[in-house]
């Protein structure tokens, strides 16, 4: 079983809401990160925390908003999203950014945009 | 050009078959290299980092070839529980990772 926890599994939210996805690793790894995944489609890299820093942001629109808290938890706030954004998004954390490190993937949560 | 480049299949094997996956990676100062699989509305696994020596993992078997700039993965005696999708990931700099697009393995019985 992965030690990444993602919760909620399953979103489903209208364009006007506003949710938030949640992360959480007690593997005590300093960064962490979101992915988003399109069906039939590899991950995309959305941000990177390292050591609680936004280091990372690929032009994502401003309608998703990172949060890091603290070292074990991540959020991913959504607002305003179009069904475009319907996906499978994933958190995944490492003992940090040294290329060596393994990457580890919570399960993921499903959302749907209606 | 892509970062990685990766046959998306599907590969349709029988069980026992050997079957061996390519990837190719456009980025010569790439630092790390992985094989994740992805079961069916799953996240992504590790399945194994891939070393220039190469490195065996039971039926499993990745290689990295530097001057060619690519990575494979063989699979021996496929079994069913091997179908999948099977992802190389490439890492260049602070863990910028690059995935494939996944080679889906069906193998059938």
């Known amino acids: 079983d992965t030690e990444v926890t993602q919760t909620p599994k399953h979103l489903v939210m209208g364009m006007t809401n506003k949710k938030s996805l949640k992360c959480e690793q007690h593997?005590?790894?300093?960064?962490m990160y979101w992915y988003k995944q399109k069906a039939k489609k590899p991950p995309e890299l959305m941000f990177v925390?390292?050591?609680?820093?936004?280091?990372i942001n690929e032009s994502v629109p401003s309608r998703f908003s990172p949060e890091c808290p603290n070292s074990s938890l991540l959020n991913l706030h959504l607002h305003a999203l179009q069904p475009e954004d319907s996906a499978l998004y994933l958190c995944a954390s490492s003992q940090d950014q040294g290329f060596r490190n393994t990457i580890y993937f919570g399960e993921g949560s499903w959302l749907t945009v209606v | 050009r892509k970062e990685v480049e990766q046959d998306p299949g599907p590969f349709n094997v029988p069980e026992g078959a050997t079957v061996a996956f390519n990837c190719t990676y456009s980025n010569s100062a790439s630092q790390s290299f992985f094989w994740y699989r992805q079961d069916c509305r799953k996240e992504p696994k590790l399945l194994m980092s891939v070393y220039s020596s190469g490195n065996e993992d039971g039926r499993f078997t990745a290689q990295l070839n530097r001057a060619s700039q690519y990575i494979s993965l063989l699979i021996r005696d496929s079994k069913l529980s091997d179908s999948a999708t099977y992802l190389c990931?490439?890492?260049?700099?602070?863990?910028?990772?690059?995935f494939g697009t996944g080679t889906r393995l069906t193998v059938i019985p």
């Open positions: 990931v490439v890492v260049t700099g602070a863990n910028n990772l690059f």
């Open positions: 593997m005590g790894h300093r960064a």
């Open positions: 925390y390292s050591y609680e820093k936004l280091s």
